[in-house]
Structures are given as structure tokens and as C-alpha cells.
């Protein structure tokens, strides 16, 4: 027999709300009330259940309200409706209660063949009442919660506690404000990665009715985990460290690092060796890229370093502050006067100009002989300035040449190059006797082949073309993912490579949306074991380390990185350990099992929403179980991630010991015998050594033992 809607409506019932704050509803429930599966919600469902959702109805809809504790009170023996109970003893009776956390509205709609229709919306204006009914919510109301918000396009996963109803998100909310996923090793965070970004892919491709999304996703994988994940999505650009067959050689050149990254990875001081590399990279990046370096043209390049020096000491007052000053810059006048050498290719007016120049820096030289010189006067070091200027003119200069230029524009030079320059410069800025050990790293680098690999290559690199291969072309036409494998990246300089692409990345893209009228090209960057690579950094370090700089790049992308179409999506089984300012610009977040309680106390900080109970699920959520909130969703959810065949998940697994020791669950050869795991130490160790390479160049050292 069906039921009358108000005698339905009142079957839902499970009791009264006992109090009522804005942050917490106390309900009493009734005696009839379900006490392990409620039957009348349309299909059989567990209550009461933690972090399961209840209605309160009001006049503006229903409040939605989330279960957090259920307890059992002793009280009074309680009047049943409907029966008078005579002559009983008034005993401690056994009542259930339990206290909700308050969400947001529901509201009805309409109806659409037999089905109810409902919308959720975040957010609460008015309580109820102490005394107001606490119903079950149906099955359309449930699912209405849980697939609540616009342009829900890719399903990600089901809700456990709203019966299984489908979660869906918006990449727009996903990505484009920024995702942190978070969780224990071994709670499913790799699969999640790949998950979101194949199954946003499959979404997108299948809007486009078939062909392939114009989609950028650049994924940072330090322990090479994603090689082979993305098989079946198209063209998947790979690069490592060691190319094979579908993965390229991982190529990031020395000319791509500014002056802040070759200051972390030289470490140089702030007085004398950072301004003569930064004056080093500004004359090695200067002058045409294209053509040949003619004797006229090495010569107005080095008379417009001399310009800019002298400009430098005259704005210091050097040459007239005393004798020690007067005899430096006396010192570096001779240096530079070596340095001004006539060539027969000259023309007459340059070697005019030339010929003056020297004239009066021998004439200045002349009058400061000894330990202890006379100042020179402000005139003196004025008419040399304009000397200078007038040979720099001679050569093709012009005023605007003069002007240092950026430190930091991407133009392309070699390592012998930069070691040159820094020499160079350091005999014009009179600093040659403490920059030693900076040109010592940068041998160090230069001379280390496994660096060599990734950093080198100027003639086969050009920026437009690495754009290409890493960021993607036009339409995504060489595919739409990404991976750079850092695993084997030697540890000296893995932090400078990941900040080198992670900076190009957003300046490409602030360069695109520049040139484009204010249209972004939306770009994702993954950063997988992020606790490495994001971490905090002392803020009062003088030298900033390779570490720190490259936390700072993801820092500036994290704070704007949204305005120029670039999202960032960190996963880290360790917050506590991940950069403040990161963190907090994460609008979304994907929480897995999280169980150490420094990253617990962290994860409750970052949460805005009033969720203590749901968020103590985190130490004892199951694989592939995950809390999502924030931006991506309208209220916070439980999902159980959609399932990833174990040909598309990374490589992550935990080890097989068991099947190692015993031999039961090894892979199988073709005769159905067990695939045992041999070692070749000796593979492993020439490998290891390079000796492969280093025998196919000079040949097999053993074949002429006799």
C-alpha cells in the first residue's frame, strides 16, 4: 500500500533537534529510528553512519547537515506516541543522540519524469529550531548533494556515504586554481595524479567528438614512476636523463638559467662574486646571436663594458675619495688600456678614435705612479667617460647600446663562453682574486658528463623549438602530456633543472597572453613528490640555495600562475614539510590517508570549512579513498576514485617480497614457468660507471689483454 506524501515524508523522520549553534546541531533520535539500515529512503541504506548526510527542513528548503559522533545517553524512559504508559517506573533508558555539522540548502525544483528534481547550494542563512524534525534524505535528494555545482564534466569517482552517487568536477575549479593532492605513501596519490589527468583527457576528447584535446600537461617526475602511464592517450612526449626508444633525451641549457639560478648553483657571495657574474651573463648574452664575432665588433662590445665600469666607479666617487680607492681604479685603468689593442681590419675612423682613447689613458697613467697616487678629479674622470664614448660611437655603438642589458634573457652562449666573460669581467671590476671558486663550479659543471648531457647543446636547442617539444605546439598537435623523468637528474643541479623548467613554463606563458590580447593558454604543471622540491627555506639566508630558488619559482607560480593560464597540481605525502605560501594558494584539496599528526595538525589548519569530523577519517581511509573539498567541489566528499587498469597506473607499487621469496605470483614466461628476478651486478655496475660508452669510443680495453 503506497503511502500518503505526508505519511512518507513523516516514515523519513529519525528524530529532534535537541541544540542548535552555527557550528553545531545536537539531534535526539527517535526509538524508531533506524539502528543499522534504513529501508524507507528508496533502497536499503546504512544509518545512523559517520559523515552520512541528514535534512532539516525549514522554509527556505532543507538545511544539510553531516553527521559527525553519535553517542548513547542515559535518561528518563520516553513517552512513545501514540501510547499512554501507566504505572511504569522511571528508569535510565538508553537514548541515541548525535551532532551534525551544519552545510548548506537544498532546494526543490521541480520534477522530471517521476523524479524529483533538487539543488544544493553552500552556505547556511537560517537554523532551525530546538524541536524541528531530523529526516533521512531519498535517494534524489542525496544524490542532488553529492553531484551538486555547473559543469560537472568528468567523473572522477562515487561517494561511499550518498549511495554510490557519481562525483564529477569542473577542470576549470580543479586546475585552475590550484590542487594539492595529499596522503601517506601507498594510499594512492600516483594513481589519482594519473587518473585526473586521463580521465580529464578521455572527457575532453570526447567533446571534441574523437580528436584529440588541445590540452598541456606537464607532469615533473622526480622518481621516473610515469614513463609509461599515458600509453593509449596519443603522442606522449617523454624525456629523461638516458633516451630509449619513445623517451628523448632531457635537455635543459646552461642558457636558459637566469642570474638568480647561476648565483644558487655557484654559490656566490653577494659582494664580489654575484655582481661580476651577473655582468659576466650580461656580456655574454649581449651582441648579435646570429653573426660572426668580427675584431671591430669584439672591440665595441669590450669599449661598452669599459663605458658602463667607468659610469659605475664615477657614480661610486671612487677615483676622488682617497688614495686606496684612486689606486684600485688606477689599477683597473691600466688592465683595461691592455685590453685596447688596434687591429688591421679597423677602419681609419676607428682607429682614430682608438688611437685617442689610449693617448689619454696613458696621460692619466702617466701622473699616478707609485704605491700611494694622487685622486683623480671629477673633470679628469668626466673627459675620460667622454673619450669613451666618442671610440664607442667609432665602432657602431650608440647610447642606448650602453644601457646594460638583462642578465636574465634566454640568448644563447656556451659554458667556455660564460667562464671567458666571468674572467673577464672580473679583470675589469678588479675582483679576479675572489671569483676563483666560483669558476670552479662552473668547470664542475662543464667538465661532469652526466651534467653535460642535459645542460650542453646550444647549436642543437633553440628556445622556440624546447617550447615546442615541452610546453606542446600549436593545437597540441605533439600531443597533449608531458613527462620529464629527474630520476637519474645528477642531485648537484635536479633542484636548478626543475625551478629552470618551471620558470620557462610560466614566462612562456605570461609572453602568450602578452602578445595574445589577454588570452591565456591553460597549462597544467604536475609536481610529483613535491616535499622535495617545495619545501620551506630559511628567510634570512644571505645565499640562497639551489633548494630555495627553486622553491621560490613555485612559490610565484602558486601566486600567479592563475592569471597566465598555469595550474599547478602538487602531490606530497609530507605537508608539514611543503612551503606555507604553496600551500595556501591550493584551492582544492584531494586528502588520502594521512596518518602522522604533524600533517594532520597542518591539513585541519588549511581547511576553512567545518569539517573535524569528516577529516578524522584521514587516518584510517582505505586505498583509493579520498576526502575532496575546497573550490573543486561544493561541499566536502568522500570519493572512491574510479579504478585505473594496472597497465595505466605508475610505477609505484609497493614491492613483492613474498612473490620474490617463494615464487608464487611471479610473472610467467611462455612455457608457464615463473619469470625469476636475476642480477647482472656487472650490467648494473658498467651502467653505473659509464664504461659502456666509454668502450664503444675507444674500444673493448680487454681485447688487447693477449
Same mark, same amino acid.
Given at each position: 500500500?503506497?503511502?500518503?506524501?505526508?505519511?512518507?515524508?513523516?516514515?523519513?523522520?529519525?528524530?529532534?533537534?535537541?541544540?542548535?549553534?552555527?557550528?553545531?546541531?545536537?539531534?535526539?533520535?527517535?526509538?524508531?529510528?533506524?539502528?543499522?539500515?534504513?529501508?524507507?529512503?528508496?533502497?536499503?541504506?546504512?544509518?545512523?553512519?559517520?559523515?552520512?548526510?541528514?535534512?532539516?527542513?525549514?522554509?527556505?528548503?532543507?538545511?544539510?547537515?553531516?553527521?559527525?559522533?553519535?553517542?548513547?545517553?542515559?535518561?528518563?524512559?520516553?513517552?512513545?506516541?501514540?501510547?499512554?504508559? +501507566?504505572?511504569?517506573?522511571?528508569?535510565?533508558?538508553?537514548?541515541?543522540?548525535?551532532?551534525?555539522?551544519?552545510?548548506?540548502?537544498?532546494?526543490?525544483?521541480?520534477?522530471?519524469?517521476?523524479?524529483?528534481?533538487?539543488?544544493?547550494?553552500?552556505?547556511?542563512?537560517?537554523?532551525?529550531?530546538?524541536?524541528?524534525?531530523?529526516?533521512?534524505?531519498?535517494?534524489?535528494?542525496?544524490?542532488?548533494?553529492?553531484?551538486?555545482?555547473?559543469?560537472?564534466?568528468?567523473?572522477?569517482?562515487?561517494?561511499?556515504?550518498?549511495?554510490?552517487?557519481?562525483?564529477?568536477?569542473?577542470?576549470? !575549479?580543479?586546475?585552475?586554481?590550484?590542487?594539492?593532492?595529499?596522503?601517506?605513501?601507498?594510499?594512492?596519490?600516483?594513481?589519482?595524479?594519473?587518473?585526473?589527468?586521463?580521465?580529464?583527457?578521455?572527457?575532453?576528447?570526447?567533446?571534441?567528438?574523437?580528436?584529440?584535446?588541445?590540452?598541456?600537461?606537464?607532469?615533473?617526475?622526480?622518481?621516473?614512476?610515469?614513463?609509461?602511464?599515458?600509453?593509449?592517450?596519443?603522442?606522449? !612526449?617523454?624525456?629523461?636523463?638516458?633516451?630509449?626508444?619513445?623517451?628523448?633525451?632531457?635537455?635543459?641549457?646552461?642558457?636558459?638559467?637566469?642570474?638568480?639560478?647561476?648565483?644558487?648553483?655557484?654559490?656566490?657571495?653577494? =659582494?664580489?662574486?654575484?655582481?661580476?657574474?651577473?655582468?659576466?651573463?650580461?656580456?655574454?648574452?649581449?651582441?648579435?646571436?646570429?653573426?660572426?664575432?668580427?675584431?671591430?665588433?669584439?672591440?665595441?662590445?669590450?669599449?661598452?663594458?669599459?663605458?658602463?665600469?667607468?659610469?659605475?666607479?664615477?657614480?661610486?666617487?671612487?677615483?676622488?675619495?682617497?688614495?686606496?680607492?684612486?689606486?684600485?681604479?688606477?689599477?683597473?685603468? =691600466?688592465?683595461?688600456?691592455?685590453?685596447?689593442?688596434?687591429?688591421?681590419?679597423?677602419?681609419?675612423?676607428?682607429?682614430?678614435?682608438?688611437?685617442?682613447?689610449?693617448?689619454?689613458?696613458?696621460?692619466?697613467?702617466?701622473?699616478?705612479?707609485?704605491?700611494?697616487?694622487?685622486?683623480?678629479? =671629477?673633470?679628469?674622470?668626466?673627459?675620460?667617460?667622454?673619450?669613451?664614448?666618442?671610440?664607442?660611437?667609432?665602432?657602431?655603438?650608440?647610447?642606448?647600446?650602453?644601457?646594460?642589458?638583462?642578465?636574465?634573457?634566454?640568448?644563447?652562449?656556451?659554458?667556455?663562453?660564460?667562464?671567458?666573460?666571468?674572467?673577464?669581467?672580473?679583470?675589469?671590476?678588479?675582483?679576479?682574486?675572489?671569483?676563483?671558486?666560483?669558476?670552479?663550479?662552473?668547470?664542475?659543471?662543464?667538465?661532469?658528463?652526466?651534467?653535460?648531457?642535459?645542460?650542453?647543446?646550444?647549436?642543437?636547442?633553440?628556445?622556440?623549438?624546447?617550447?615546442?617539444?615541452?610546453?606542446?605546439?600549436?593545437?597540441?598537435?605533439?600531443?597533449?602530456?608531458?613527462?620529464?623523468?629527474?630520476?637519474?637528474?645528477?642531485?648537484?643541479?635536479?633542484?636548478?633543472?626543475?625551478?629552470?623548467?618551471?620558470?620557462?613554463?610560466?614566462?612562456?606563458?605570461?609572453?602568450?597572453?602578452?602578445?595574445?590580447?589577454?588570452?591565456?593558454?591553460?597549462?597544467?604543471?604536475?609536481?610529483?613528490?613535491?616535499?622535495?622540491?617545495?619545501?620551506?627555506?630559511?628567510?634570512?639566508?644571505?645565499?640562497?640555495?639551489?633548494?630555495?630558488?627553486?622553491?621560490?619559482?613555485?612559490?610565484?607560480?602558486? =601566486?600567479?600562475?592563475?592569471?597566465?593560464?598555469?595550474?599547478?597540481?602538487?602531490?606530497?605525502? !609530507?605537508?608539514?614539510?611543503?612551503?606555507?605560501?604553496?600551500?595556501?594558494?591550493?584551492?582544492?584539496?584531494?586528502?588520502?590517508?594521512?596518518?602522522?599528526?604533524?600533517?594532520?595538525?597542518?591539513?585541519?589548519?588549511?581547511?576553512?570549512?567545518?569539517?573535524?569530523?569528516?577529516?578524522?577519517?584521514?587516518?584510517?581511509?582505505?586505498?583509493?579513498?579520498?576526502?575532496?573539498?575546497?573550490?573543486?567541489?561544493?561541499?566536502?566528499?568522500?570519493?572512491?576514485?574510479?579504478?585505473?587498469?594496472?597497465?595505466?597506473?605508475?610505477?609505484?607499487?609497493?614491492?613483492? +617480497?613474498?612473490?620474490?621469496?617463494?615464487?608464487?605470483?611471479?610473472?610467467?614466461?611462455?612455457?608457464?614457468?615463473?619469470?625469476?628476478?636475476?642480477?647482472?651486478?656487472?650490467?648494473?655496475?658498467?651502467?653505473?660507471?659509464?664504461?659502456?660508452?666509454?668502450?664503444?669510443?675507444?674500444?673493448?680495453?680487454?681485447?688487447?689483454?693477449?
Amino acid at each position: 500500500m503506497s503511502l500518503s506524501p505526508l505519511a512518507y515524508a513523516d516514515s523519513l523522520r529519525i528524530g529532534t533537534i535537541d541544540f542548535v549553534s552555527p557550528d553545531e546541531i545536537k539531534v535526539l533520535l527517535d526509538i524508531e529510528a533506524p539502528d543499522g539500515v534504513s529501508l524507507n529512503t528508496g533502497t536499503p541504506r546504512p544509518f545512523p553512519r559517520i559523515n552520512g548526510y541528514v535534512l532539516a527542513p525549514g522554509d527556505q528548503g532543507y538545511l544539510v547537515a553531516q553527521v559527525e559522533w553519535i553517542t548513547v545517553e542515559r535518561s528518563q524512559y520516553p513517552k512513545r506516541k501514540g501510547m499512554q504508559d +501507566f504505572g511504569l517506573v522511571d528508569l535510565p533508558y538508553p537514548l541515541r543522540k548525535m551532532s551534525l555539522n551544519p552545510l548548506g540548502l537544498l532546494f526543490y525544483t521541480g520534477g522530471v519524469n517521476g523524479t524529483d528534481r533538487y539543488q544544493f547550494k553552500r552556505g547556511v542563512q537560517t537554523y532551525p529550531s530546538v524541536g524541528d524534525p531530523v529526516l533521512l534524505p531519498t535517494q534524489d535528494q542525496l544524490r542532488a548533494i553529492v553531484e551538486s555545482g555547473e559543469k560537472r564534466r568528468v567523473k572522477i569517482g562515487v561517494s561511499p556515504l550518498a549511495a554510490n552517487a557519481e562525483v564529477r568536477i569542473d577542470p576549470d !575549479r580543479l586546475f585552475g586554481r590550484h590542487l594539492a593532492v595529499l596522503g601517506n605513501t601507498g594510499s594512492g596519490k600516483s594513481c589519482s595524479v594519473a587518473g585526473l589527468i586521463r580521465w580529464s583527457m578521455d572527457a575532453a576528447k570526447k567533446e571534441r567528438g574523437g580528436n584529440d584535446p588541445n590540452a598541456r600537461f606537464i607532469l615533473l617526475d622526480p622518481n621516473g614512476e610515469y614513463a609509461s602511464t599515458f600509453k593509449g592517450m596519443g603522442k606522449v !612526449r617523454v624525456f629523461a636523463v638516458d633516451p630509449a626508444e619513445g623517451v628523448d633525451q632531457l635537455q635543459v641549457p646552461l642558457w636558459f638559467w637566469n642570474s638568480a639560478e647561476w648565483a644558487a648553483f655557484t654559490q656566490a657571495s653577494a =659582494r664580489a662574486q654575484r655582481p661580476t657574474l651577473i655582468q659576466a651573463l650580461r656580456s655574454v648574452r649581449d651582441g648579435s646571436i646570429d653573426a660572426a664575432i668580427t675584431p671591430s665588433h669584439d672591440a665595441r662590445r669590450y669599449l661598452r663594458t669599459l663605458v658602463s665600469a667607468v659610469q659605475v666607479e664615477r657614480n661610486a666617487g671612487g677615483p676622488w675619495k682617497g688614495p686606496g680607492p684612486a689606486r684600485g681604479f688606477r689599477d683597473r685603468l =691600466r688592465a683595461w688600456d691592455e685590453g685596447l689593442v688596434a687591429d688591421a681590419s679597423f677602419t681609419q675612423k676607428e682607429g682614430a678614435a682608438l688611437t685617442q682613447l689610449t693617448q689619454q689613458i696613458t696621460q692619466l697613467l702617466s701622473t699616478r705612479q707609485g704605491d700611494w697616487p694622487a685622486v683623480f678629479t =671629477r673633470q679628469e674622470v668626466d673627459a675620460l667617460l667622454q673619450e669613451l664614448s666618442q671610440a664607442h660611437s667609432a665602432f657602431g655603438g650608440s647610447a642606448t647600446d650602453v644601457l646594460p642589458i638583462d642578465a636574465d634573457i634566454p640568448r644563447p652562449f656556451t659554458g667556455d663562453n660564460l667562464l671567458r666573460s666571468v674572467e673577464a669581467n672580473a679583470e675589469l671590476m678588479g675582483t679576479s682574486e675572489y671569483v676563483e671558486t666560483m669558476l670552479m663550479r662552473i668547470r664542475t659543471i662543464l667538465s661532469d658528463s652526466r651534467m653535460k648531457t642535459i645542460t650542453g647543446g646550444v647549436e642543437n636547442t633553440g628556445l622556440a623549438e624546447w617550447l615546442t617539444s615541452y610546453i606542446g605546439d600549436s593545437e597540441a598537435s605533439n600531443g597533449s602530456v608531458t613527462v620529464i623523468d629527474l630520476s637519474l637528474v645528477p642531485v648537484e643541479v635536479v633542484h636548478i633543472i626543475t625551478a629552470v623548467i618551471a620558470r620557462m613554463t610560466l614566462e612562456a606563458l605570461q609572453r602568450y597572453r602578452k602578445l595574445h590580447s589577454g588570452k591565456v593558454l591553460p597549462t597544467v604543471l604536475v609536481m610529483e613528490e613535491a616535499h622535495t622540491f617545495i619545501r620551506r627555506y630559511p628567510d634570512d639566508a644571505e645565499n640562497q640555495s639551489s633548494a630555495a630558488i627553486c622553491c621560490q619559482v613555485f612559490e610565484k607560480i602558486a =601566486r600567479e600562475g592563475r592569471k597566465f593560464g598555469l595550474g599547478l597540481v602538487l602531490s606530497s605525502q !609530507r605537508p608539514s614539510e611543503l612551503s606555507q605560501t604553496v600551500l595556501s594558494q591550493c584551492n582544492s584539496y584531494l586528502l588520502h590517508r594521512i596518518s602522522n599528526d604533524r600533517d594532520q595538525e597542518l591539513v585541519h589548519k588549511l581547511v576553512p570549512d567545518n569539517l573535524r569530523g569528516l577529516l578524522r577519517d584521514l587516518p584510517s581511509l582505505p586505498s583509493r579513498n579520498a576526502i575532496l573539498l575546497g573550490w573543486a567541489s561544493e561541499l566536502p566528499v568522500l570519493v572512491q576514485m574510479n579504478s585505473l587498469p594496472k597497465e595505466q597506473r605508475p610505477k609505484s607499487d609497493d614491492p613483492d +617480497f613474498w612473490a620474490v621469496w617463494s615464487g608464487d605470483g611471479l610473472d610467467q614466461t611462455a612455457d608457464g614457468q615463473p619469470l625469476e628476478r636475476a642480477v647482472d651486478w656487472e650490467s648494473i655496475a658498467a651502467d653505473w660507471q659509464q664504461l659502456s660508452t666509454q668502450e664503444e669510443a675507444e674500444g673493448d680495453p680487454k681485447d688487447g689483454d693477449g
